[in-house]
């Protein structure tokens, strides 16, 4: 793998070392650990925005069809 150079202010670069300090983490680790939970939250905000679209009809079949579920796995 190769490494690059990346140009932040000195307080950045001080707190993401600090971070990843704390963490026992390489600075790189730590960056993809950010990059990471970035992208979980913009995976998990899509997943509420298509939640949110979801029509009355289908959210109440999805209900009762996890309700039947629920019924099936008690009995």
Known sequence: MSHTTIKV???LRDLLKRQA???H???GDHLAYLASLAEKQRRLERLRAEIDA???EDLASYREESEWWERAQDA
């Open 9 to 11: 202010s000195r307080d």
């Open 21 to 23: 300090a704390e963490e």
């Open 25 to 27: 983490r390489t600075l």
């Open 54 to 56: 979801t029509s009355p």
